[in-house]
């Protein structure tokens, strides 16, 4: 089986052939650290996060690089409105960050590059360009010359004359061309700033990536990932930067993530409907949200609103009662044998399905739906009277590989169950001591509803699952 990738340069789905056997190397663009991350941010960091579990549970050796834009338009605004500099707001939101998609189960990237730590390399970059022709300063900016450039408007399939002016600076009379775009931008009164030999100034938006992926991964890629708002200009502009300075190919398969829009509204900030991940995790289980991002196919749009995120919060809850029915019950399971191959051949099956569904372009909502027929699988074999360790065991065993894959752990969420259970059994102790008797029979009365049972003992209370 060959897994299959959705294309956005050829808009078809292609097999997965890196350039090196075994090996892939992989770049998705990483946030502007002006703020907390929203939940558009969120999805492409869960979304790239599940394709490189993906890819390295079928094998692959995955080398992963997001980058973080900590200098910009958006940062020198906060900075002066918050007043701190650029470096100590980058900090605090980097920050931010990582604790925020730590919690959503997200990995670490095997490097994540700065812009600022890249000055040097940007600006050789930008020099080669203007050397090669493809580059010119004008009145301390350095623009490039898209029309120059004969592939451009590939990614985004459209024509020079059909594009627009999409780079994050307003236009002027210091280019040759509209549709050229800035490099590196003259530093204005009071702003961070670097040395160049076009005087003072900070690289544009779009140079930083083509110049950190070359860094950290070669002049070819095998995956470029990120939004689908980056396709133009911000991707297409990469590969103008990157392909006319290295004659190279500079990614060979570029994957998009789709729009979320907010109770059936694009989010923007026109509408003030943006939903920070910081605000959702104070009120919801991290693991709620990245189940509900992997319910819809990465390309299609989702629409986050409350009713759906208590859909997830039921769905999840259902797999997770699976899960804990099966750990429960294999406490008393035995060594049989009868037909006992038949429900292995069974679970088998759904492994083998959901293998499938994934290497379709990482069909996620596939993917959980092979979970929900493992644990419809898993709920009537329960249902036997007698049931078989080894059949027990390897239902578990399949239901933490594949909610692995998705980064959707409930082997670790049993664990959680169990510390919880501890601190009310050790608050029902202190209540029977304080003779706060209502207070402890509530709590009686709440394991028991979750099918735990308490034993008063001379030696003190234990607890175990019925």
Not at 89 to 95: D, Q, S, T, V, Y
């Amino acid at each position: 089986m060959t897994i299959q990738i959705f294309n956005s340069l050829s808009r078809t789905k292609e097999p997965f052939v890196p350039l090196e056997e075994g090996k892939v190397k992989m770049y998705v663009c990483g946030p502007t650290v002006y703020n907390y991350i929203h939940i558009g941010n969120a999805r492409p960091v869960i979304v790239y996060d599940t394709v490189r579990r993906y890819l390295e549970y079928r094998g692959f050796d995955v080398k992963y690089i997001s980058n973080f834009t900590d200098v910009d338009d958006k940062l020198i605004k906060a900075a002066n409105e918050l007043g701190q500099t650029v470096p100590e707001i980058a900090e605090r939101f980097i920050k931010a960050y990582f604790d925020n998609t730590e919690a959503l189960g997200c990995a670490v990237a095997d490097a994540h590059p700065r812009v600022t730590e890249h000055m040097e390399q940007i600006i050789e970059f930008i020099e080669a360009l203007i050397e090669k022709g493809f580059a010119y300063e004008s009145q301390g900016d350095v623009y490039y010359r898209t029309r120059k450039f004969d592939g451009y408007g590939k990614l985004s399939h459209q024509s020079v004359d059909e594009l627009k002016v999409g780079a994050r600076i307003e236009t002027g009379d210091k280019k040759e061309d509209e549709l050229d775009f800035v490099l590196w931008k003259a530093a204005k009164p009071n702003e961070i700033s670097w040395n160049s030999p076009w005087g003072e100034g900070r690289p544009g938006w779009h140079i930083e990536c083509s110049v950190m992926a070359r860094e950290h991964l070669g002049d070819t890629i095998d995956i470029h990932a990120g939004g689908q708002d980056l396709t133009f200009p911000h991707h297409e502009n990469e590969i103008a930067q990157s392909e006319a300075y290295t004659g190279k190919p500079f990614a060979r398969y570029w994957m998009h993530n789709g729009y979320i829009n907010i109770d059936n509204e694009k989010m923007s900030k026109s509408l003030n409907n943006f939903v920070l991940v910081n605000d959702i995790l104070k009120e919801m289980d991290p693991q709620v949200l990245r189940f509900f991002m992997l319910s819809v196919h990465y390309r299609h749009p989702i629409n986050y609103s409350q009713q759906l995120m208590e859909d997830a919060v039921a769905g999840l809850e259902r797999l997770r009662n699976s899960y804990s029915n099966l750990k429960h019950r294999l406490g008393v399971s035995a060594d049989l044998g009868d037909h006992s191959d038949i429900w292995l051949s069974k679970i088998e099956e759904i492994k083998k399905e959901f293998i499938v569904t994934m290497d379709d372009d990482f069909n996620t909502a596939h993917g959980i739906s092979k979970l929900f027929d493992l644990s419809r699988l898993a709920n009537t074999y329960l249902l036997e009277k007698q049931t078989s360790v080894e059949v027990m065991e390897t239902f578990l065993s399949v239901f933490d590989e594949l909610s692995a894959v998705l980064g959707l752990p409930f082997k670790q969420q049993e664990e959680l169950l169990d510390a919880e259970v501890e601190a009310l059994l050790e608050e029902r102790i202190q209540a029977r001591k304080n003779r706060d008797f209502a207070r402890a029979d509530e709590i009686r009365d709440l394991f028991k509803e979750k099918n735990i049972i308490l034993e008063d003992t001379a030696q003190g209370t234990r607890w175990k699952r019925g």
